[in-house]
Each structure stands twice: as structure tokens, then as C-alpha cells.
């Protein structure tokens, strides 16, 4: 069910529908509100009916009895002797607006006032671009007014030196504008949830990788550290070994050598003696004491 707001603009109640509350009977459709300039007040509506419009009912503001979003509902029936009193009441949509100070202003375009007790909140002017102000629609407070004719009004200046703005359209826009930051921050806070639930996701799945990946590494440099000290220990046994029968090697070659050599000088040795004994020349003795000498030094 729609909420009927509790200050309306002046034109959002013309043409609604107008019943009476106890007989349900149709009063016709508003076609007029009546407004006192001097109190500020609507004092009543006029509905129009029948054939062409042409019968007419005046309804006191203070007989209606609700104002719903299809129709009105009023109690008691129209007084028709206050209809010339109505009519005499000043329809202020269209008047000029004037300063006291003798400057035009705009024109009053529209007015709002509280449903409950008809009493004008504010009216509307349009601005036709006075001291520069835009050309566009501003709250005019009640107060403001000193004056009201049928033509014109005449306002304090001092009251509109800073008008506020009320374009619907700018306000309207605003709202969306409003209502889309308002969405957008909603939208971008839980983007930015969710990327920081992601990330903390990543965050851990990359944790657990690198610790995969630094374990695998270990395994690896242990594997790697324990067969190149396999390698070092073969390579020093082999070494060790080479080394061993070299050495050996050498030292056999040597043993040899050294036999060969002392066999060859044993039968050099055995050759000078057998020719020492042959020779005349030297006599017994002395050839006695070389044998005896080359005995020595074998």
C-alpha cells in the first residue's frame, strides 16, 4: 500500500476523485483549492460534477476526512452558501513575484502545504535569472510574503537574497545520484571483501606451495649432499688405490732394477778376475790383493 506523503504540491490534488465518507455517494473531482493569502491556509477545495462539469460543490478543508492515493473521502455535505466566498479567494499559481525594493523576481509557480491541516509549508517560484540566480524553481517560505493581489505578489527581499533551490529534476537527480554512490559503495565495499577473501586464498594456497616446494628442495639437496659425498669417498678409495699400486709398482720396478745392476757388475767383477789371473805381467801377489779388493767391494 502507497504512503500518501504528509506535504503535497498544490497541483497533486486537483482532479482527484471525491467521495463522501457515510454514503459513498461520488462528489466530483477537485478542481480548485482555496487559498487565504493572509493566513497562508487552505480553507477548502471546490469539486466539479456531473454533465460537463457543470455543477459545482464546496467542501471546508476541515471536513475531509482522509486524503488516500485514488480519492478523498469528506464528511457531511457540500456548503454551497460559502461557494461565493471560495470563489472570491485569490488563485496566487501564475501571480508575479516582486520585491519590496520595486525588482521583479519571477512568478509563482506552484505551492506546498501539509494535507492534515492545509497550511502552505512553502511556495514555489520560478526565477526569470534576477541578480543572476538560474532560471530555475525556488522555495518561497510563507513569511516572506507581505503582500498578495491577483496578479502579483510582494515579497521581503531581504527573505530571498539566497533562495534555496527545489527543481524537482535536481532533486530527483541528486537522490539517484545519491541513492547510486550510496549503491556503488555497497557494491565496491564487498568487492573489496571478496578480493581480500581471495587473496588471503591465494595468500595460503601459495604458503602451502612454498612449503611443498621448499620440503622438495631439502629432499633434493639431501639426496644431491649424500651422493656427492658417495662420489668424494669412491673417488678418494680409487685414488687411494691407484696411489697403492703405484707405489708398489715403483718399488718392484726399483728391486728389479737393482738386481739387474748388481747381477751385470757381478759378471764384470768375475770377468777381470778371470783376466787378472791369466795375466803374467802381475805377479801372485798383488793379483791376490785386487781379488781380494773386488771381494771386498762385492
Known amino acids: 500500500m502507497n504512503k500518501i506523503p504528509e506535504v503535497m504540491k498544490h497541483s497533486q ?15 466530483g473531482r477537485i478542481e480548485q483549492l482555496c487559498l487565504n493569502t493572509q493566513s497562508h491556509q487552505v480553507i477548502g ?17 476541515k471536513q475531509i476526512e482522509t486524503i488516500g492515493t485514488d480519492a478523498t473521502l469528506v464528511n457531511g455535505d457540500s456548503a454551497q452558501e460559502s461557494l461565493d466566498k471560495f470563489n472570491n479567494t485569490v488563485n496566487i499559481i501564475g ?27 512553502n511556495y514555489l517560484f520560478k526565477s526569470n535569472g534576477w541578480r543572476g540566480v538560474l532560471n530555475s524553481i525556488y522555495l518561497l517560505p510563507p513569511e516572506a510574503v507581505s503582500s498578495a493581489g491577483n496578479k502579483r505578489v510582494i515579497v521581503v527581499n531581504s527573505s530571498i537574497e539566497n533562495p534555496q533551490c527545489y527543481t524537482e529534476g535536481v532533486t530527483q537527480k541528486i537522490g539517484l545520484v545519491q541513492d547510486f554512490l550510496q549503491e556503488d559503495l555497497v557494491k565496491t565495499r564487498e568487492h573489496i571483501n571478496v578480493a581480500k577473501r581471495e587473496a588471503k586464498k591465494l595468500l595460503v594456497g601459495f604458503q602451502e ?41 715403483t718399488s718392484n720396478d726399483f728391486s728389479t732394477k ?41
Open 13 to 27: 490534488l486537483l482532479k482527484r476523485f471525491v467521495l463522501d465518507k457515510k454514503t459513498v455517494e461520488d462528489q
Open 45 to 61: 477545495f471546490i469539486c466539479k460534477s456531473g454533465i460537463f462539469g457543470k455543477q459545482k460543490k464546496v467542501f471546508a478543508w
Open 95 to 121: 501571480n508575479e513575484v516582486w520585491t519590496n525594493t520595486g525588482e521583479k523576481v519571477g512568478l509563482i509557480v506552484e505551492y506546498l502545504l501539509n494535507i492534515k491541516t492545509g497550511a502552505v509549508v
Open 209 to 249: 606451495t612454498a612449503k611443498v616446494v621448499k620440503e622438495q628442495a631439502q629432499e633434493k639437496a639431501q639426496v644431491v649432499t649424500e651422493q656427492a659425498k658417495q662420489k668424494v669417498e669412491e673417488f678418494q678409495s680409487k685414488s687411494t688405490e691407484k696411489k697403492s699400486r703405484k707405489s708398489k709398482q
Open 258 to 298: 737393482i738386481q739387474e745392476v748388481t747381477a751385470e757388475a757381478k759378471e764384470k767383477i768375475d770377468g777381470v778376475k778371470s783376466q787378472w789371473r791369466k795375466n803374467s805381467n802381475i805377479s801372485k801377489d798383488d793379483r791376490e790383493n785386487i781379488i781380494d779388493d773386488l771381494q771386498i767391494h762385492q
